[in-house]
């Protein structure tokens, strides 16, 4: 009953107070009252959660599903050679996508008791399979086994290929037949599904699989009592297919992002039991960890992932092995991986504001990876700017919808692949349409608060790589013009620094957060 109220209270939060989704204003032309300030880290969970939906994706072969075939629930750990528990010092292989930081926090040791045999990086990404000894046994833990690679939870490069239409046609259940009205359209339940995906850079092949295991929906009719909650959240605010994906989403980001950058150690039950989540772990099974804990008690719980019939074995008779998928990919942080080479977004000579500093790149749960940039052009509060933003480097525009623009740098044409730059509050009006190329500097849009609401107009701009949303800090630099973006202490708190020049994030686009392109 606690979690159910819990939910619903969060789900209220996001109806009441809609005007939080992106509260930024225009720069110091254009001032706003007192009560639009910075919100605090209590008001993130609100931030800008709205979906839009994503050109379709090129076909592909999607198989004929068929029953769920039973495999081992005892899947081999992460990593082989792993010291066993109690053993002093205990060795960690590093996973792509580990930091130092992150790796302390999953021990909880300092990060200066961590020690190796050979040089690793003390801020950025470590090299996968580097062995690091921590300075202390760590006590056995519950639920030490590997659940879901981290490129089947992501919309990635193991989804690009993924036709979701063509799989739900094929498979025939009742998802097939399903229509809801979402965003004043009327959608099929694949179409919500791609939907939902895309727009969260969430792999559709796990919510199928989530969604199949937890109603039938997929393969076959419904089991459930309660068709308008087909994954068994049952919030009354949150009915239909599309808001029950949209918080199992919301779940799966914050065990991800969590566990990425350590700030996610414990597991808590929905009858309040707690659990200290195992540290050799990847995050794409602490996302899986995460959203049924919202979803079941602990004995459910247990049932639904390391019992004999549970969530991976649906997946692997929809999908086969995900493991295999994963090792055909590659892991979707590749050792030495480097900044792409960004300009500011917009022209040279032209000043614009540092309004908002590190924030949620997109969506509950992703990580504190955009920042908020806005024109000076004293015009008013949500005009569609005069001012244009530009194009940070070379690229294909992969999706341009709904205030949104997907900026593929490796010219694929793919969002699951490579870098991508997302600008998001971009006006309808001239706003560069998918599929064109560009060079550096070409046009992208008009800032404007088009979108999720805004209290003044500007450009979020956000990172991606394969598939997963990058942190401001911790992981790869964000650099632009030379210029590298740092987080501060609270949401949108942050600056950006160029030797001994900085420029401080103000939500009123101060003097100190100004600044100009060379």
């Given at each position: 009953?606690?979690?159910?109220?819990?939910?619903?209270?969060l789900s209220?939060?996001?109806?009441?107070?809609?005007?939080l989704?992106?509260n930024l204003?225009?720069g110091p032309d254009a001032?706003?009252?007192?009560?639009?300030?910075?919100?605090d880290a209590a008001v993130?969970?609100?931030q800008?959660?709205q979906?839009?939906p994503?050109?379709t994706l090129a076909?592909?072969?999607?198989g004929?599903?068929g029953a769920p075939?039973?495999?081992?629930?005892?899947?081999?750990p992460?990593?082989p050679?792993?010291s066993?528990?109690?053993?002093?010092?205990?060795?960690?292989?590093t996973q792509?996508?580990d930091?130092l930081s992150a790796?302390?926090?999953r021990?909880q040791?300092?990060?200066?008791?961590?020690t190796?045999?050979?040089a690793f990086?003390?801020?950025?990404?470590?090299p996968?399979?580097?062995?690091?000894?921590?300075?202390e046994?760590f006590?056995?833990?519950a639920?030490?086994?590997a659940?879901?690679?981290?490129?089947e939870?992501?919309y990635?490069?193991?989804?690009?290929?993924?036709?979701t239409a063509?799989?739900?046609?094929?498979?025939?259940?009742?998802?097939?037949?399903?229509?809801?009205?979402?965003?004043n359209a009327?959608?099929?339940?694949?179409?919500?599904?791609?939907?939902?995906?895309i727009?969260?850079?969430?792999?559709?092949?796990?919510?199928?699989?989530?969604?199949?295991?937890?109603s039938?929906?997929v393969?076959g009719q419904?089991r459930?009592?309660q068709?308008?909650?087909?994954?068994?959240?049952s919030?009354?605010?949150?009915?239909g297919?599309?808001?029950?994906?949209s918080?199992?989403v919301?779940?799966?980001?914050?065990g991800?992002?969590?566990w990425?950058?350590?700030?996610?150690t414990e597991?808590?039950?929905?009858?309040?039991?707690?659990v200290?989540?195992?540290?050799?772990?990847n995050a794409g099974?602490?996302?899986?960890?995460?959203?049924y804990?919202?979803l079941?008690?602990?004995?459910a719980w247990?049932?639904?992932?390391?019992?004999?019939?549970g969530?991976v074995?649906?997946?692997?008779?929809?999908?086969?092995?995900p493991?295999?998928?994963?090792?055909r990919?590659?892991p979707?942080?590749?050792?030495g991986?480097q900044?792409?080479e960004l300009?500011?977004?917009?022209?040279?000579?032209?000043?614009?504001?540092?309004t908002?500093g590190?924030?949620i790149a997109?969506?509950t749960?992703?990580?504190?990876?955009?920042i908020d940039?806005?024109p000076?052009?004293?015009?008013?509060?949500c005009a569609v700017?005069?001012a244009w933003?530009?194009a940070?480097?070379?690229?294909?525009?992969?999706?341009?919808?709904?205030a949104?623009v997907a900026?593929?740098?490796d010219?694929?044409?793919s969002e699951a692949?490579?870098?991508?730059?997302?600008y998001?509050h971009m006006a309808?009006?001239e706003r560069?349409?998918?599929?064109t190329?560009?060079?550096?500097?070409e046009?992208i849009?008009?800032p404007?608060c088009?979108?999720?609401?805004?209290t003044g107009?500007?450009?979020?701009l956000?990172?991606?790589y394969?598939?997963e949303?990058?942190?401001?800090d911790g992981?790869v630099?964000?650099?632009m013009?030379?210029?590298?973006a740092?987080?501060?202490?609270?949401?949108?708190?942050?600056f950006?620094?160029?030797g001994?020049?900085i420029v401080?994030?103000?939500?009123?686009?101060?003097?100190?957060?100004?600044?100009?392109?060379?």
């Open positions: 009953m606690k979690h159910r109220l819990k939910i619903f209270l209220l939060v996001l109806f009441v107070f809609p005007i989704a992106c204003p225009i001032r706003r009252p007192a009560a639009t300030a910075t919100p993130q969970a609100t800008e959660a979906l839009f994503f050109p076909p592909a072969d999607p004929v599903p075939t039973p495999v081992d629930p005892g899947l081999a992460l990593q050679g792993q066993p528990f109690g053993d002093l010092p205990y060795t960690y292989f792509p996508g930091t790796v302390a926090a021990f040791v300092p990060p200066e008791s961590i190796a045999d050979e990086p003390e801020v950025g990404l470590i996968a399979g580097h062995a690091l000894r921590m300075p046994p006590p056995p833990s639920y030490p086994n659940l879901m690679p981290d490129s939870v992501v990635g490069p193991s989804a690009a290929d993924f036709d063509a799989y739900v046609a094929s498979a025939g259940g009742y998802l097939s037949t399903y229509k809801e009205m979402v965003d009327t959608l099929s339940g694949a179409q919500i599904v791609q939907k939902v995906a727009e969260t850079s969430t792999n559709p092949r796990l919510l199928l699989a989530v969604l199949e295991h937890q039938g929906w393969l419904p459930n009592a068709p308008q909650y087909p994954l068994g959240f919030v009354g605010t949150h009915q297919l599309a808001r029950e994906l918080l199992a919301r779940y799966l980001s914050q991800y992002y969590g990425r950058d350590g700030s996610m597991l808590a039950f929905i009858n309040g039991n707690r200290r989540i195992s540290p050799q772990l099974t602490v996302a899986v960890q995460m959203l804990t919202q079941l008690d602990q004995p247990e049932q639904a992932l390391y019992g004999g019939s969530l074995q649906t997946y692997t008779g929809m999908f086969g092995d493991w295999e998928r994963a090792a990919v590659g979707i942080f590749p050792d991986l900044p792409p300009t500011l977004p917009f022209a040279p000579g032209q000043a614009w504001s540092l908002g590190a924030h997109w969506g749960g992703s990580p504190r990876g955009a940039l806005a000076v052009t004293g015009e008013k509060a700017s005069i933003a530009l940070a480097a070379p690229g294909v525009v992969a999706r341009s919808e709904r949104g900026l593929d740098l010219m694929d044409g692949t490579g870098w991508v730059l997302f998001y309808n009006h560069v349409k998918a599929g190329v560009l060079e550096q500097d046009r849009g008009h404007s088009e979108g999720t609401r805004a107009t500007h450009l979020h956000a990172r991606k394969n598939g949303w990058l942190p401001l992981m630099p964000f650099v013009s030379g210029w590298t740092h987080a501060g202490q609270r949401v949108y708190e942050g950006l620094i160029r001994d020049q401080t994030a103000h939500p009123d686009g101060e003097r100190g957060a100004l600044i100009i392109r060379d």
